[in-house]
């Protein structure tokens, strides 16, 4: 139990094409989905919050307008990143809380590396 | 802000040998978790620690919650080759709900 998939696994896109990554809980609801991403031999830096139904929370530093979260169901979060830049060549994860019965774990997903031209 | 240091960074080890992680925090955490990264992939929960004092297993792996809350270790007996990978411990902000990750310890087994 307690899957999380990311899709697509890796993209690569040329400078200013936005890019959008799917995470879905497969077998359970998450109220709450989380994204990271993690630079080279870096740990994992918190992007921003998702809840379902209302926007997201965004880390200090991390630009909403470039970086879209959509949270519409208790199973589906899409990140997109709009204007895609060479420095936003990076490894995403997305995390999911379930609902009651799933403790305070997280569980990631398998991540998107993503890499801009 | 809060910030988990994770010690050592790296750890070169025979097979067979035991491994000890460690993670100490500045602020409080009710919640200590730690998992497992491979290249190219998302962490994967090992142990998750809800009580001061805890101690739990998860076969070759212990990990303990410090009783001031603010430091966790991680054990590794006997290692095996598929031990190899990253650790990342985690405090859970209960306040914020969101993870506060340490550095993360790369282990690296010598067959």
């Known amino acids: 139990g307690a899957v999380v998939s990311q899709h697509p696994s890796w993209v690569i896109c040329k400078s200013g094409t936005s890019v959008k990554i799917e995470c879905r809980s497969l077998?359970?609801?998450?109220?709450?989905m989380f994204w990271y991403r993690q630079f080279p031999k870096q740990s994992l830096m918190l992007m921003a919050t998702s809840n379902e139904g209302s926007k997201a929370t965004y880390e200090q530093g991390v630009e909403k307008d470039k970086f879209l979260i959509n949270h519409a169901s208790l199973t589906l979060s899409t990140l997109t990143v709009t204007s895609a830049h060479p420095e936003d060549s990076s490894f995403y994860i997305c995390?999911?809380?379930?609902?009651?019965?799933?403790?305070?774990?997280?569980?990631f997903g398998p991540g998107t590396r993503l890499t801009v031209l | 802000g809060q910030q988990l240091n994770q010690s050592p960074q790296s750890m070169f080890i025979q097979e067979g040998e035991d491994v000890s992680m460690n993670c100490t925090s500045s602020s409080i955490f009710n919640t200590w978790l730690w998992y497992k990264q491979d290249p190219g992939e998302g962490p994967v929960l090992l142990i998750a620690l809800y009580k001061a004092g805890e101690l739990t297993s998860n076969g070759r792996l212990t990990a303990q919650f410090g009783i001031t809350r603010k430091d966790s270790f991680l054990n590794i007996s006997a290692s095996i080759p598929s031990d190899v990978g990253i650790y990342f411990c985690?405090?859970?902000?209960?306040?914020?709900?969101?993870?506060?990750f340490g550095q993360g310890t790369r282990l690296t087994i010598n067959p």
């Open positions: 995390s999911a809380n379930g609902l009651a019965g799933a403790g305070n774990e997280q569980f």
């Open positions: 985690a405090g859970l902000d209960q306040g914020a709900q969101k993870l506060v």
């Open positions: 077998d359970f609801q998450a109220t709450t």
